[in-house]
């Protein structure tokens, strides 16, 4: 964000104030005081400051950028300041282009972002995951609850990706990127903050019941749900709002 904000070679305060909404509006940044904040900002202004090459800049933001979805966030925080004042200039679009090729967004993704920021709309909007990919997060949560992945587990995984209606038009590629993405999740940020994240994109009664019935047929893949599975699906019907007796339907539909 600060990088778009220098870009013109100067900041101006509809950009500084642009940058400190989009900060508060992001759950990444829940938690972060004011001085916290402003030592990110002072500490972020003294490395751009010490940098030579912007291409060296960019190449340790996209290693340090886990995933698509956090250099997709990335840039239109950048974005959301470029056009902070209504309109980018030319540095700034120039700016613009060069951290979208660094980061690898495609031009739809950035045509997305663009009309999303010009309506004065969320990035949230922008970013909102597939439900495809809540579902596959669910089912890995499962696997991972008691610390390991057994084959039985991994086997069942696999297959309901493969065969159930609600993955027939993922590609087995993608496929495995949500998988790889729910790992690294659950690693990065732990599974109080994925659980949040699963309440906000699951939002209607059917789906989280979907959820919660690939979650119990992960668990009980092995014919009985281990301790920590068990805890697991527990935290889902909490975060759900799921009744006991609809819980009891599910289990009972996947052999507990």
Same mark, same amino acid.
């Given at each position: 964000?600060?990088?778009? !904000? ?32 402003? &030592?990110?900002?002072?500490?972020? !202004? ?17 290693? /340090? ?10 840039? *239109? ?24 090729? =660094? ?17 004065? $709309? ?5 970013? $909102? ?22 084959? &039985? ?20 590629? /993608? ?9 690294? =999740?659950?690693?990065?940020? $732990? ?16 789906? /989280? ?9 992960? !668990? ?17 019907? !909490?975060?759900? *709002?799921? &009744? ?13």
């Amino acid at each position: 964000m600060l990088l778009a !904000a220098i870009a013109d070679g100067s900041v101006s305060q509809r950009e500084m104030q642009t940058l400190l909404r989009r900060v508060i509006e992001r759950p990444e940044f829940e938690g972060t005081s004011a001085d916290e904040l402003n &030592a990110l900002v002072e500490n972020s !202004a003294l490395r751009l400051s010490e940098a030579t090459d912007l291409q060296a800049v960019l190449a340790s933001l996209r290693s /340090r950028l886990p995933d698509h979805k956090n250099r997709m966030l990335a840039f *239109g925080l950048a974005a959301a300041v470029a056009f902070a004042d209504q309109r980018a200039t030319k540095l700034e679009l120039g700016l613009l282009k060069t951290i979208q090729a =660094a980061l690898g967004i495609s031009e739809d993704e950035v045509a997305q972002i663009i009309d999303i920021i010009e309506k004065g $709309g969320s990035l949230s909007e922008a970013l $909102g995951e597939p439900l495809e990919r809540l579902y596959a997060e669910v089912m890995v949560l499962v696997s991972a609850a008691d610390g390991k992945l057994r084959e &039985a587990e991994a086997r069942a995984l696999v297959e309901s990706l493969a065969a159930d209606p609600i993955f027939q038009e993922v590609s087995p590629e /993608r496929a495995q990127g949500f998988v790889g993405e729910a790992v690294s =999740a659950l690693a990065t940020e $732990g599974l109080p903050r994925r659980l949040q994240v699963l309440a906000h994109g699951l939002t209607t009664h059917s789906q /989280r019941m979907k959820a919660y019935r690939l979650a119990t047929k992960i !668990a009980h893949a092995s014919g009985q749900a281990s301790p920590a599975e068990q805890r697991l699906l527990e935290l889902l019907q !909490a975060t759900f *709002g799921l &009744a006991d007796d609809e819980v009891a339907r599910l289990d009972k539909g996947s052999g507990a």
